[in-house]
């Protein structure tokens, strides 16, 4: 069975500080992708990243990084430098490679106070 | 890359109606998947649709809903006799998930 699970419900930040989302999922396949999507005020569901399992390097994307641990089934996602607009629901998913379903973690709710 | 579109933005329905909600217009793309979100929840898989046939489907997708592809294009999720619990926002997905579309918002009373 394929499990994602984001344990922070809501964090709180003031611009400009640092945070990080984590991410902790389970599979049994070994060919699997994982994925994190914003989700603004607005509703839409915005794609941000996708990472096979086979690719460990952490990847950057301007104030956007994401650190994928398959030593501890983890994909946390850190946002630099934080400001207003980063206030969103965040969610992690997972999907099998070969598979049709994505498994979609609760998601966090960011607040990024001025 | 084309965006995925969907129609209608929000749909009101009465118990019991049939509805069905479109990604509009999609072309040369062979995946496709409904999601749907209740509001304050996560993001739940119900079905996905590959070269014309429903590949996975969720224990959600009972015998109330079906997709199709009428026309070569448009992507349809049909609801034949929605419940209150229907109500959500449901979006289209193309290619892997990464590109989805704005999402349909159900309300039934």
């Known amino acids: 069975a394929q499990k994602v699970t984001q344990a922070q419900t809501e964090i709180s930040v003031v611009e400009k500080e640092d945070v990080t989302l984590d991410c902790v999922y389970e599979?049994?396949?070994?060919?699997?992708?994982l994925f994190w999507y914003k989700q603004p005020p607005s509703g839409e569901l915005v794609f941000l990243i996708r990472?096979?399992?086979?690719?460990?390097q952490n990847e950057i994307s301007g104030r956007y990084s994401w650190n994928f641990q398959k030593s501890t089934s983890s994909f946390n996602f850190t946002i630099t430098a934080s400001q207003v607009v980063d206030s969103a629901v965040y969610f992690c998913?997972?999907?099998?490679?070969?598979?049709?379903?994505?498994?979609f973690g609760a998601g966090t709710r960011l607040f990024v106070k001025a | 890359e084309p965006e995925v579109t969907q129609t209608p933005s929000h749909q009101v329905t009465q118990m019991g109606q049939e509805v069905i909600l479109r990604c509009v217009p999609i072309?040369?793309?062979?995946?496709f998947y409904w999601y749907r979100q209740i509001l304050g929840q996560k993001v739940e898989f119900l079905v996905s649709?590959?070269?014309?046939?429903?590949?996975?489907k969720s224990e959600i997708f009972d015998d109330q809903f079906s997709v199709e592809r009428p026309d070569g294009s448009n992507f349809t999720l049909k609801i034949r006799s929605t419940k209150l619990e229907d109500s959500a926002m449901y979006f289209c997905?193309?290619?892997?998930?990464?590109?989805f579309g704005p999402g349909t918002r159900l309300t039934v009373l």
């Open positions: 990472r096979n399992s086979f690719d460990e």
């Open positions: 072309s040369n793309h062979l995946y």
């Open positions: 649709f590959y070269n014309n046939e429903i590949s996975e």
């Open positions: 599979t049994r396949d070994t060919t699997y992708y």
């Open positions: 997905a193309r290619d892997n998930e990464q590109f």
């Open positions: 998913a997972l999907t099998a490679a070969g598979g049709f379903k994505t498994i």
